[in-house]
T-cell receptor, first 111, second 112 residues
Framework: SQQGEEDPQALSIQEGENATMNCSYK?????LQWYRQNSGRGLVHLIL?????REKHSGRLRVTLDTSKKSSSLLITASRAADTASYFC???????????FGKGITLSVRP | NAGVTQTPKFQVLKTGQSMTLQCAQD?????MYWYRQDPGMGLRLIYY???????DKGEVPNGYNVSRLNKREFSLRLESAAPSQTSVYFC???????????FGPGTRLLVL
């Protein structure tokens, strides 16, 4: 079963624009993580936000978490063509550190 | 430091054949995971190993077995492959505490 649901499913923007991706989930979490997957490659971890945090930054990435709404957003500022990839949110729940992934968002950044 | 490695990168099987997917990590991580990724889907957990000597079922374990050979290695076995097992398989590892998972490059499996 899919814990996280990303929105939109696909996003196409111009280089230099900001990209905002959303994730909603259903149950209480320990933390929420965002991963990137380039075509034909494995997933790469981008950022982790704990359940008691509301906002985190890492370079051009900003992630927010609203536990009352069970939602998170990932903002990529000043996008580049190299940001073209699929982005997944994943929620960690329980004591065994299992992650449950959403179906992903396909981001295309046009040069 | 190679991180997480997987072999083979690509494999074609006939229905009913068996094979083992190999995964190794050199980060001294306790936990290891096997996922499958199907088109338009996120990753679904097949099996995981929280520590050496332990394994547990994930969301989609049917048709698979695993072995945590030692702390470094975690293998996934398909005893009798079926076309429904055509997928991309990813292995991941995780250290202790609040942490992220590190993924291998994947194995693309086609079952005819």
């Amino acid at each position: 079963s899919q814990q996280g649901e990303e929105d939109p499913q696909a996003l196409s923007i111009q280089e230099g624009e900001n990209a905002t991706m959303n994730c909603s989930y259903k149950t209480s979490i320990n933390n929420l993580q965002w991963y990137r997957q380039n075509s034909g490659r494995g997933l790469v971890h981008l950022i982790l936000i704990r359940s008691n945090e509301r906002e985190k930054h890492s370079g051009r990435l900003r992630v927010t978490l609203d536990t009352s709404k069970k939602s998170s957003s990932l903002l990529i500022t000043a996008s580049r063509a190299a940001d073209t990839a699929s982005y997944f949110c994943a929620t960690e729940t329980g004591a065994n550190s299992k992650l449950t992934f959403g179906k992903g968002i396909t981001l295309s950044v046009r040069p | 430091n190679a991180g997480v490695t997987q072999t083979p990168k690509f494999q074609v099987l006939k229905t009913g054949q068996s094979m083992t997917l190999q995964c190794a990590q050199d980060m001294n991580h306790n936990s290891m995971y096997w996922y499958r990724q199907d088109p338009g889907m996120g990753l679904r957990l097949i099996y995981y190993s929280a520590s050496e000597g332990t394994t547990d079922k994930g969301e989609v374990p049917n048709g698979y077995n695993v072995s945590r050979l030692n702390k470094r290695e975690f293998s996934l076995r398909l005893e009798s492959a079926a076309p429904s097992q055509t997928s991309v398989y990813f292995c991941a590892s995780r250290g202790g505490g609040v942490g992220t998972q590190y993924f291998g490059p994947g194995t693309r499996l086609l079952v005819l």
